[in-house]
């Protein structure tokens, strides 16, 4: 009785019968069970051995074959005793050398079980093996894939899967995303506006369909999507960063600069949000204010490369220079190949007229990317000034 307690209550949550599971075969719902399968398979075996025993021991008519014990105790064993003593000793023999092989497969099984394991590709694979008609797991190929970067394979597996489950909401939400940064977007918003018509209080899908709104320049559609996604769920701090860049698009400053200070109160280390405060107010000239924001948010998250980076900017524009420079190099401690870093440092530099700093900043810059063409000019421009300074030689 303890032994199917053990094999069948602790497997019935995850039956599927009661009610819907969310996964399609997982060891961990047999951890329980296996202990009921292994204290019933010792009592099984221990009964087919005492069966076997009764049985050999036993004649026809269920009459013990017990011979009268001869009188001379020197006597030979009779030719009866010898054939049930090896019919014992073979049947014996078959029934544990069975068990060895049993469990030798087993082992073997488990071997290769745990190979399987060894990384979400050849899970997921071997499971497509197993259950080739089951949604979730395409999605989880699918997934995989794009994580990964292969955007060819992740398309055709969320694909298979709203195929297979045509109510499958998550992967028309991930199949969206998918499209949407290879710039399909009409085709992307089809399958974010199915997969909020499946399940209304999805708010990450709302999100997701308001940037693929805004790209379509629908920004009062986008900013009912976004505002629903906040609807379902309050505290969404990603929400309000693409809420204020879709403001930002549409030139409403006030609003930008509100949703994403939300989005810093929900999530203070949410850089993204600071960053486009900080950026906003220096290009609209409110400099003290950026600085401001900007050592609000150092404060916060103070080893934040793109934070330094930007208030290096700031108060080089206020000829601080000094200060410019220690937060160039904060950001640079953190990423000393970010070409642009080099550059503004550059600039930097060239600004405060430490040409020979300005030089060597200007080439470490464009020997991490040659392609900035305003670092280039501005490299120029500093060699024709330096050129100037360099008195002419008489002959």
């Known amino acids: 009785m303890m032994a199917l307690t053990f094999l069948i209550v602790p497997f019935l949550p995850a039956s599927n019968v009661f009610f819907t599971v969310g996964f399609v075969i997982a060891e961990r719902v047999l951890y329980l069970p296996s202990i009921g399968f292994t204290i019933l398979f010792i009592f099984s075996f221990r009964a087919a051995l005492a069966s076997h025993d009764k049985g050999v021991h036993t004649n026809g008519d269920g009459v013990h074959n017990n011979n009268v014990v001869n009188e001379n105790c020197f006597s030979e064993v009779a030719p009866s005793d010898r054939v049930e003593k090896a019919t014992v000793d073979a049947g014996r023999s078959f029934l544990q050398t069975s068990i060895l092989l049993l469990l030798l497969l087993f082992f073997t099984r488990s071997m290769q079980r745990s190979a399987e394991w060894r990384t979400e590709e050849t899970l997921f694979r071997t499971a497509e093996h197993v259950c080739p008609l089951n949604a979730k797991v395409h999605y989880n190929i699918g997934k995989n894939a794009g994580d990964a970067g292969n955007v060819e394979l992740a398309l055709i597996k969320y694909r298979e899967a709203v195929r297979l489950n045509p109510e499958y909401d998550q992967a028309m939400n991930n199949l969206g995303n998918l499209l949407k940064d290879l710039g399909q977007e009409k085709e992307a918003e089809q399958w974010l506006l199915k997969a909020v ?26 900013e009912q ?17 693409n809420l204020g860049n879709l403001y930002l698009d549409i030139k409403d400053h006030n609003n930008a600069m509100q949703a994403w ?47 330094h980076f930007h208030l290096g900017n700031i108060l080089g524009k206020a000829s601080r220079y000094k200060e410019a420079e220690k937060h160039f190099q904060e950001a640079l401690d953190s990423e000393p190949n970010n070409a642009n870093y080099w550059g503004n440092l550059a600039v930097l530099y060239h600004r405060w007229e430490k040409n020979e700093e300005a030089m060597q900043a200007y080439t470490k810059s464009l020997q991490l990317n040659p392609q900035l063409l305003q670092t280039r000019d501005n490299m120029m421009k500093l060699k024709r000034k330096i050129d100037k300074l360099v008195p002419a030689v008489t002959v």
């Open 197 to 222: 018509h499946i399940r209304p209080e999805f708010a990450a899908a709302w999100m997701n369909l308001g940037i693929v709104q805004a790209g379509l320049g629908q920004p009062h559609l986008a």
């Open 261 to 307: 200070r939300n989005a810093t109160k929900l999530k203070s280390t949410h850089i993204n949000a600071w960053n486009n405060m900080i950026i906003l107010l220096d290009n609209i000239g409110k400099l003290e204010s950026a600085e401001q924001v900007a050592m609000e948010a150092l404060r916060v998250v103070p080893s934040a490369s793109s934070i």
């Open 225 to 241: 999507s976004y505002f629903t996604a906040i609807k379902h769920r309050r505290k969404y701090p990603d929400c309000y960063y």
